[in-house]
């Protein structure tokens, strides 16, 4: 039996348009579309161009600064498009799949029986290698870098967020090949973080060969910086992998099948979606597949991800590679009469100047919130907020400043090797001064990236 | 509503466009619209949904925690008054007097106030902030009500330029402007701002004449003076006694604090560590009244620390100029020294130097002064904890 660890700060936004757990009706992927802007900071050169018939498996893109680090289509097909934006920057490659996917073989094996070297071998050959993350910095793993540990976070928390034990029932046996080769990678352990308060699921509950540790309380619980910051917090030259665990899986069935095989389940959800339901698709499918006809007619904004960190995509757009989640929710263009005046109980507000606490007190209370503002930016002036939210002992204020000023100092003795952009989500949200909080964490990563390496 | 949208938009808007002839003029235009309107904005990076609060209503709630205070006020000018005069007057004439000398104090604070941010937002460029709606309630109700207003205009005026906009505006602000306009007219005009003739307006019409015996010394001014006063605990409570506009009703002040502690605006910390503060200075006062070297010292001394809470400014300072997010402490631990030395200092100051008993508006100036330095000691401590933890690490591998 593992501890229980409370996390007090942060809270749960309960928004309208929870995906029933049921999956819908399979469709067929036609093209997918890897996004180099998933790979925040990788410097990627082509190696295929247009034309090009691909298996999945086979690389598309590769690092430029370590071209072990491949990035590879998730299916088999034909290079249909480079899609590039300004200064020629590669947005887009998307190819056409093939009805029955062709798989590039990288054989069999069981990481067991594997050393660290071969089994890094496989997942750079394979394209597995993007689906790890390291800390600090948020990008993808560097694989001649030795992490001190590896962690998995079990649960999502966020809002509308898809049911883990649901998104990877029936893979039990991939998941624990999975964790069998990230158990080499690291010197230290590799830990996977459930909710204390809701069944995790066969695949996640039955593993074996990770340290389980539960955690309590609301969003950001789920978030595998705040579960980090609890166990074994990264300090100054320590770096931590992370990795989703859908994407174990997708590892798992190397080692087992020998192949890419990238498909994953993930939910469709938000207030503006017709049917919220799981679906079973493939990484990089196009957005399309689970919204066209399944939308209200109003004007909505599609996300690629949950609503505090996704991506805005288009009607003809792609699904993050990270993503586990697609939301719909309105667009707020409206203007509001006194809006900042009248206390309107269709708000969120973690402050009690807004009806939204009473509601949250007398019972469980749904929000069908939009993109609206609800504000103007402005300079810092309240204080003790972002606390309330921010459930790391780091002074995010302070911090945020120190970025602000360029000040590398400040920000490495501030904590800026324990965070990454999606722990300050919830800053974000509640933020009276509607600063831009995850742009500027980015921006503080970008610089200590540039100047420490 | 959407018929005024549209008016706005396409009749009032084209001039401050870019390339409009107004252009210059932008930021009035952008002030007089958020006003009225919360405008379309959607969030474009991170965070899709966000949360119902903005600064607007953040100032706001500040307000609506003063209006009581405001109102209470108004009918304490003319109350006084008629006291004064000896002249029994309805609720109605009380108010109506108040009303008549308190409104052109706000009138004009918020006039000039507002007139230098717009010309300050206007030359910069930079949108109209919040800050000056909560310090422009502020400023009249620490004034004494015979403050002849060109010193209000002034000791605004000064309070905005060189409390606020040389630093940048709201947000940016070393001190809390409304206290820095009231010690401007303290140490500027100090005959208008101390001693007995300022706080009660005795303005006598022909046939009316103040009464005998009248003294226009506000409670804390005769303690700090003679060591005693003929008011009592209960009317320091209630607030009918003279003073500054606002600050004399502790009740409706600690409505105003519950206000702004429930809605989370008001730092609860910061006032009850003040609290705490004022009565561990008063509880030693207390003790050590004996040995104080004059009688009237030895008085004021053994004032019981619960009333020297009740006096002078010392409840409105706490609950609603203590609590400026942007000129106090700024961290949780930092909050709780900030408030705590506050009120320890106003009274000490208060006690120890009768020329000055309106210690609570020294006190708060000077801990904005320290609160950077409280919050730079509160962060050092994280950062060695930080440092600690790596260094534990590499000693343990």
């Known amino acids: 039996m593992s501890d229980v660890i409370k996390i007090k700060r942060g809270v749960d936004i309960k928004l309208v348009g929870e995906a029933e757990k049921v999956f819908a009706p399979a469709k067929q992927v036609e093209t997918i579309a890897i996004k180099p802007d998933d790979f925040h900071g990788v410097r990627l050169k082509l190696s295929v161009k247009e034309g090009d018939e691909v298996k999945a498996g086979t690389p598309l893109l590769f690092n430029k600064d370590n071209e072990q680090v491949k990035f590879c289509s998730p299916v088999s097909g034909e290079v249909a498009q480079i899609v590039r934006g300004a200064k020629r920057r590669i947005l ?171 498909r994953i389940n993930i939910a469709v959800t938000g207030a503006e979606v017709k049917e919220a339901k799981y679906h079973s698709t493939i990484v990089g499918a196009p957005i399309k597949n689970f919204v066209e006809g399944n939308t209200s007619d109003k004007k909505n904004r599609l996300i690629s991800g949950n609503v505090l960190t996704g991506t805005k995509v288009d009607a003809d757009g792609y699904l993050g590679i990270y993503d586990r989640q697609v939301t719909v929710i309105e667009e707020g263009e409206d203007p509001e009469m006194f809006g900042w005046l009248i206390p309107k109980p269709d708000k969120f507000s973690i402050s009690r100047t807004l009806p939204s606490w009473f509601q949250r007190k007398i019972g469980e209370v749904t929000y069908n919130l939009d993109t609206n503002m609800h504000g103007e930016p402005r300079a810092f002036v309240v204080t003790g907020e972002y606390e309330k939210v921010f459930p790391f002992d780091i002074y995010p204020v302070q911090l945020l400043k ?52 | 509503m959407k018929a005024l949208h549209n008016f706005i938009e396409s009749k009032l808007k084209p001039p401050f466009d870019e390339g409009g002839k107004l252009h210059k003029y932008w930021p009035v235009y952008d002030g007089l619209y958020t006003f009225l309107f919360v405008p379309g904005h959607t969030a474009h990076s991170g965070a899709h949904i966000r949360d119902g609060i903005d600064l607007k209503r953040t100032m706001n709630t500040v307000i609506m925690a003063l209006v009581p205070t405001l109102l209470f006020g108004m009918w304490n000018v003319g109350y006084q008054h008629y006291g004064a005069l000896g002249i029994d007057a309805t609720f109605f004439e009380q108010f109506l007097f108040g009303a008549i000398k308190v409104l052109p104090m706000v009138v004009v604070s918020y006039g000039v106030g507002l007139g230098i941010e717009f010309l300050f937002c206007v030359i910069k460029g930079h949108s109209i902030e919040e800050g000056f709606l909560v310090t422009g309630m502020l400023i009249p109700l620490i004034m004494p009500v015979d403050l002849p207003l060109w010193m209000l205009a002034l000791s ?27 010690a401007f007219a ?203 933890r790596a260094e534990l690490k590499t000693a343990g591998a």
């Open chain 1, 92 to 262: 887009e490659v998307r190819v056409l799949a093939d009805k029955e996917i062709n798989y590039e073989d990288f054989g069999a094996a069981d990481p067991i029986s594997l050393d660290r070297e071969e089994i890094i071998n496989k997942l750079t050959a394979s394209g597995c290698w993007a689906f790890f993350k390291q800390r600090p910095y948020n990008v993808v793993a560097n694989p001649s870098a030795q992490p001190k540990a590896i962690f998995i976070s079990g649960f999502d928390s966020a809002p509308l967020a898809p049911d883990l034990g649901l998104l990877l029932d029936g893979q039990e046996k991939e998941f624990q090949a999975g964790i069998n080769a990230l158990a080499k990678l690291t010197p230290g352990q590799v830990h996977l973080g459930l909710n204390a308060d809701k069944a995790a699921g066969r695949t996640l509950s039955g593993v074996k060969g990770v340290k389980v540790t539960k955690y309590a309380g609301p969003h950001p619980a789920g978030l595998v910086g705040v579960q980090i910051a609890q166990l074994d917090p990264i300090n100054k030259g320590e770096k931590v992998w992370t990795i989703n665990p859908e994407h174990v899986v997708i590892i798992g069935r190397l080692f087992l099948e020998g192949k890419f095989d990238a």
């Open chain 2, 186 to 388: 303290f140490f500027a005009y100090p005959s208008f701002m101390s001693g007995d003739s300022v706080w009660i307006n005795t303005s006598v019409k022909e046939g009316q004449a103040v009464v005998d015996g009248f003294s226009g010394a506000t409670a804390l001014g005769d303690l700090a003076t003679t060591g005693a006063t003929n008011y009592s605990p209960l009317e320091m409570f209630l607030g009918t006694i003279p003073g500054s506009v606002g600050e004399t009703s502790v009740l409706l002040i600690l409505l105003g604090a519950g206000l702004l502690i429930f809605t989370g605006i008001g730092s609860w910390k910061i006032m009850l560590s003040a609290v705490v503060g004022g009565t561990v200075m008063g509880l030693i006062f207390n003790t050590f009244a004996p040995y104080a070297l004059s009688p009237e010292q030895q008085a004021f001394m053994a004032v019981p620390f619960w009333q020297q809470l009740m006096l002078g400014g010392f409840a409105f300072g706490v609950v609603y100029m203590a609590t400026d997010p942007v000129s106090g402490s700024q961290t949780d631990t930092g909050k709780w020294i900030y408030g705590f030395l506050i009120g320890f200092l106003a009274i000490m100051i208060r006690v120890f130097n009768p020329a000055y008993p309106e210690g609570v508006m020294l006190a708060i100036l000077f801990m904005n002064t320290m609160a950077p330095l409280i919050d730079h000691y509160v962060i050092q401590a994280n950062i060695k904890k930080r440092k600690k």
């Open chain 2, 156 to 182: 605004t005026a000064f309070a905005v330029v060189i409390g606020k906009e040389v630093f940048g505006g709201t947000g940016m602000n070393i001190f809390n402007p409304a206290l820095l306009a009231r």
């Open chain 1, 402 to 453: 120190a970025i602000i000023t360029n000040d590398i100092e400040a920000m490495e003795n501030l904590g800026i090797y324990e965070v990454v952009e999606e722990d300050f989500a919830l800053c974000e949200v509640v933020c009276t001064s509607k600063t831009d909080v995850q742009k500027l964490v980015r921006q503080g990563l970008d610089l200590m990236k540039e100047e420490l390496g």
